[in-house]
């Protein structure tokens, strides 16, 4: 038995589109033609998937023949007693969520530490808008998260919510191939993108990570130079249970004076070659098994980062279990680090790191996250090994961090229309290290702490930070290690710009000023002062694994490593093209003086991306 309802026209593409469960007839309404667009009969028989026939088809044996539908509307045949589309929301129900909204499985993205509100509200987004003239009412969508992210996690998503395609590269995202009967009749969904990144360099002094080298002093550590790097990736699904993911990478250094560092050269390489598999379903969200080499990024980064200001990323390789849901993700992983040399991406086989990760949002704006960290290194240490001792160290991290921002006016209801009215914004951040350094037991630790408030009800929407950050240090070289190990971070963007300093055995009071002259332009200024921990000993680069670049063993340098100064200005041309502008200066203190030649290293760079 099948009941007729009789709908208004607009409402036969919903239709259409959303009952997944029925076989769907079409032809042209009977009666005179109307004034409105043209209707059309549908006619629904249970338990096939929906096709539509041309308009002008004979009507279906469901209906009798010579039951015309008045001009203007539709006839639906359902079966009886199932309820009317749109009855329990006004006639005005939307087409489902496509089966596909939730694929990737991503939570919101991470807010990192010192982290800034970004503008809204009407504007120009982009000189591409100022240009036409085109004021937005909102921010576009902003799908790249490479700067703390990974390219695998890009969120396109908003092109499956009926938005036009804005250019050609939009065509290259989600592309369902297969059956187009419904949703998951098209079983394979295909994403293409990449980036091409280019960056001029003027290092004088010893910058980028030069200071320890005895020449910084007499000019031959100067360097001009040009690094390029290109990426493409392909991201294959089935339906929401498996995936490949390849990304390929080339990184490039031209003209140089010296010898290129080794996170500016690799080759033609294999940046991500992964598989996910859906193992199970937890409160309607997807466990996942990924294999292969990946890149990792978890929490603030000052941990373990995928590095983006190196002209190669850092990659594992290894498997990791995982799951996402808006409130709540989950990781464990078991991995080895990726060595990157000029032309091959190697797998160390002297170290491997593993670990767990859960991150907790009990709302939008803020997010708890708890970790351990295990990192394993068979290779001999650079000193302080203890006589007899094992070569190299094993390293257990357990920490946590909390981070957020809250509108002001909520804990003040003074500031409730004021112009000082905004955003106040908060991180902190600690760990504890235990372990072994050849056979001394380590005992180290680390912590972060920021406050800043955003003005978001005045002009240009000045935002400040306030920080400190504490890395220990070994008083001695025996007895307990108390070196903190900085594992695999994101120093550059929290230690200064000039990459001079790690997060080891380090003191580090800073402030930070950023403001938008304009919606699409991000000016930023950072102030360091740098001192360490324990004089006795080293000043540690920001590469992984305890690396020196300047020491005193007497203690009798002091701890005063010196000050940094950092500008930089990010001009968003559009959707997918950017300039970066920066410029470093690092005043060096009576450590520095006293322990190789008293320079003090500038950096002066220009960056240009293309996203795609």
Same mark, same amino acid.
């Given at each position: &038995?099948?009941?007729?309802?009789?709908? $208004?026209?607009?409402?036969?593409?919903?239709? *259409?589109?959303?009952?997944? !469960?029925?076989?769907?007839?079409?032809?042209?309404?009977?009666?005179?033609?109307?004034? %409105?667009?043209?209707?059309?009969?549908?006619?629904?028989?249970?338990?096939?998937?929906?096709?539509?026939?041309?308009?002008?088809?004979?009507?279906?044996?469901?209906? $009798?023949?010579?039951?015309?539908?008045?001009?203007?509307?539709?006839?639906?045949?359902?079966?009886?007693?199932?309820?009317?589309?749109?009855?329990? !929301?006004?006639?005005? !129900?939307?087409?489902?969520?496509?089966?596909?909204?939730?694929?990737?499985?991503?939570?919101?993205? $991470?807010?990192?530490?010192?982290?800034?509100?970004?503008?809204?509200?009407?504007?120009?987004?982009?000189?591409?808008?100022?240009?036409?003239?085109?004021?937005?009412?909102?921010?576009?969508?902003?799908?790249?998260?490479?700067?703390?992210?990974?390219?695998?996690?890009?969120?396109?998503?908003?092109?499956?919510?009926?938005?036009?395609?804005?250019?050609?590269?939009?065509?290259?995202?989600?592309?369902?191939?297969?059956?187009?009967?419904?949703?998951?009749? =098209?079983?394979?969904? *295909? #994403?293409?993108?990449?980036?091409?990144?280019?960056?001029? &360099?003027?290092?004088?002094?010893?910058? %980028?990570?030069?200071?320890?080298?005895?020449?910084?002093?007499?000019?031959?550590?100067?360097?001009?130079?040009?690094?390029?790097? %290109?990426?493409?990736?392909?991201?294959?699904?089935?339906?929401?249970?498996?995936?490949?993911?390849?990304?390929?990478?080339?990184?490039?250094?031209?003209?140089?004076?010296?010898?290129?560092?080794?996170?500016?050269?690799?080759?033609?390489?294999?940046?991500?070659?992964?598989?996910?598999?859906?193992?199970?379903?937890?409160?309607?969200?997807?466990?996942?098994?990924?294999?292969?080499?990946?890149? &990792?990024?978890?929490?603030?980064?000052?941990?373990?980062?995928?590095?983006?200001?190196?002209?190669?990323?850092?990659?594992?390789?290894?498997?990791? @279990?995982?799951?996402?849901?808006?409130?709540?993700?989950?990781?464990?992983?078991?991995?080895?680090?990726?060595? +990157?040399?000029?032309?091959?991406?190697? /797998?160390?086989?002297?170290?491997?790191?593993?670990?767990?990760?859960?991150?907790?949002? $009990?709302?939008?704006?803020?997010?708890?996250?708890?970790?351990?960290?295990?990192?394993?290194?068979?290779?001999?240490?650079?000193?302080?090994?203890?006589?007899?001792?094992?070569?190299?160290?094993?390293?257990?991290?357990?920490?946590?961090?909390?981070?957020?921002?809250?509108?002001? #006016?909520?804990?003040?209801?003074?500031?409730?229309?004021?112009?000082?009215?905004?955003?106040?914004?908060?991180?902190?951040?600690?760990?504890?290290?235990?372990?072994?350094?050849?056979?001394?037991?380590?005992?180290?630790?680390?912590? /972060?702490?920021?406050?800043?408030?955003?003005?978001?009800?005045?002009?240009?929407?000045?935002?400040?930070?306030?920080?400190?950050?504490?890395?220990?240090?070994?008083?001695?070289?025996?007895?307990?290690?108390? +070196?903190?190990?900085?594992?695999?971070?994101?120093? =550059?963007?929290?230690?200064?710009?000039?990459?001079? @300093?790690?997060?080891?055995?380090?003191?580090?009071?800073?402030?930070?000023?950023?403001?938008?002259?304009?919606?699409?332009?991000? !000016?930023?200024?950072?102030? =360091?002062?740098?001192?360490?921990?324990?004089?006795?000993?080293?000043?540690? +680069?920001?590469?992984?694994?305890?690396?020196?670049?300047?020491?005193?063993?007497?203690?009798?340098?002091?701890?005063?490593?010196?000050?940094?100064?950092?500008?930089?200005?990010?001009?968003?041309?559009?959707? =997918?093209?950017? @300039?970066?502008?920066?410029?470093?200066?690092?005043?060096?203190?009576?450590?520095?003086?006293? +322990?190789?030649?008293?320079?003090?290293?500038?950096?002066?760079?220009?960056?240009? #991306?293309?996203?795609?």
């Amino acid at each position: &038995m099948f009941q007729v309802l009789r709908l $208004p026209h607009k409402w036969a593409a919903g239709l *259409l589109a959303g009952l997944g !469960c029925f076989h769907a007839h079409v032809a042209l309404a009977q009666g005179p033609a109307p004034a %409105s667009p043209p209707v059309y009969l549908l006619a629904i028989e249970p338990g096939t998937l929906p096709t539509a026939a041309p308009a002008g088809a004979s009507l279906p044996p469901s209906l $009798p023949a010579g039951s015309g539908a008045p001009a203007g509307e539709v006839i639906l045949s359902l079966p009886a007693g199932a309820p009317a589309p749109g009855a329990a !929301c006004g006639g005005q !129900c939307p087409a489902p969520e496509s089966p596909w909204a939730k694929v990737p499985s991503l939570s919101p993205q $991470p807010l990192p530490g010192a982290f800034l509100v970004p503008p809204s509200g009407a504007g120009y987004y982009s000189a591409v808008d100022c240009l036409y003239g085109k004021c937005r009412e909102t921010a576009p969508p902003t799908p790249y998260r490479t700067l703390f992210g990974s390219f695998y996690d890009n969120d396109f998503r908003y092109l499956d919510k009926g938005q036009d395609p804005v250019d050609c590269f939009d065509y290259l995202k989600r592309i369902r191939i297969g059956s187009t009967d419904c949703p998951w009749n =098209h079983p394979w969904e *295909l #994403s293409i993108g990449g980036e091409e990144r280019i960056r001029y &360099m003027n290092e004088e002094g010893g910058a %980028s990570g030069r200071l320890g080298d005895p020449n910084a002093g007499r000019g031959l550590r100067d360097d001009r130079y040009t690094l390029l790097r %290109s990426r493409v990736y392909g991201d294959l699904w089935y339906k929401d249970f498996f995936r490949v993911y390849l990304e390929y990478i080339d990184a490039e250094s031209f003209d140089r004076n010296l010898p290129p560092l080794a996170i500016d050269v690799g080759r033609s390489q294999f940046q991500n070659a992964f598989i996910d598999l859906k193992l199970m379903e937890i409160n309607d969200r997807p466990v996942y098994a990924r294999a292969g080499r990946q890149e &990792m990024t978890y929490g603030s980064q000052r941990m373990v980062s995928p590095l983006d200001w190196a002209n190669t990323r850092r990659t594992f390789d290894g498997a990791k @279990v995982f799951y996402r849901s808006e409130q709540f993700d989950v990781d464990a992983f078991w991995t080895r680090p990726v060595l +990157t040399t000029p032309v091959d991406f190697e /797998t160390d086989h002297v170290r491997q790191f593993a670990g767990a990760f859960a991150t907790y949002r $009990p709302n939008k704006d803020q997010a708890f996250d708890a970790y351990y960290f295990y990192l394993e290194n068979d290779a001999p240490v650079a000193f302080g090994a203890a006589p007899g001792g094992r070569a190299g160290y094993d390293v257990n991290t357990v920490g946590g961090r909390w981070v957020g921002k809250h509108k002001a #006016s909520d804990l003040l209801p003074g500031l409730q229309g004021s112009d000082l009215n905004g955003q106040l914004l908060w991180e902190v951040e600690g760990a504890y290290q235990f372990g072994d350094y050849t056979s001394r037991l380590i005992s180290a630790g680390m912590t /972060t702490a920021g406050l800043g408030y955003a003005f978001t009800e005045l002009p240009m929407q000045p935002q400040f930070w306030a920080y400190f950050d504490y890395a220990s240090g070994s008083p001695n070289s025996t007895g307990t290690f108390s +070196t903190y190990n900085q594992l695999f971070p994101f120093g =550059h963007y929290y230690l200064g710009f000039a990459d001079i @300093v790690g997060r080891e055995n380090i003191h580090d009071w800073n402030c930070q000023l950023s403001f938008y002259p304009t919606k699409w332009i991000t !000016c930023l200024a950072q102030y =360091h002062v740098f001192r360490l921990d324990e004089a006795r000993d080293a000043l540690y +680069t920001k590469t992984s694994g305890y690396v020196t670049e300047r020491r005193d063993p007497t203690g009798r340098a002091g701890t005063d490593v010196g000050q940094e100064l950092d500008l930089l200005a990010n001009f968003q041309l559009d959707r =997918h093209n950017s @300039v970066l502008v920066g410029f470093s200066k690092f005043f060096s203190g009576e450590f520095i003086k006293a +322990t190789g030649p008293a320079v003090n290293p500038e950096l002066f760079y220009v960056q240009y #991306s293309f996203r795609w």
